[in-house]
């Protein structure tokens, strides 16, 4: 069973930077992550994409956050960390971790870790 564990999250001022880090756990030979990313949900919105990056390095970002957030991974270690700068108050949101895997090459399944809370406030 994959798990996805996020730490990193916490209170910042506007203006200020967070990271957020991701590890997997349960990676066997059967299993290959496709894709990790992160995605965020404030109260009372839906749940929105921020940043994924696939096996292959490739990166996607929301148009919110792009140039201000950065989102890399390391293959071997089955991490993935969000680098947030210039952060601002609508970035407040409880952060996901996501993963999307293929068993045996073949089905696909997805993952999501139990979230860490972004607040930017003064």
């Known amino acids: 069973q994959v798990q996805l564990v996020e730490s990193g999250g916490g209170l910042v001022q506007p203006g200020g930077s967070l990271r957020l880090s991701c590890a997997a756990s349960?990676?066997?030979?059967?299993?290959?992550?496709?894709?990790m990313g992160w995605y965020r949900q404030a109260p009372g919105k839906q749940r929105e994409l921020v940043a994924t990056?696939?096996?292959?390095?490739?990166?996607n970002y929301a148009d919110s956050v792009k140039g201000r957030f950065t989102i890399t991974g390391d293959n071997a270690n089955n991490t993935i960390s969000l680098h947030m700068n210039s952060l601002k108050p609508e970035d407040t949101a409880v952060y996901y971790c996501?993963?999307?895997?293929?068993?045996?090459?073949?089905?696909?399944?997805?993952?999501w870790g139990q979230g860490t809370q972004v607040t930017v406030s003064s």
């Open positions: 990056i696939s096996s292959g390095g490739s990166t």
């Open positions: 996501n993963a999307d895997v293929l068993h045996y090459g073949l089905v696909r399944s997805t993952y």
């Open positions: 349960g990676i066997s030979f059967s299993i290959s992550i496709s894709t």
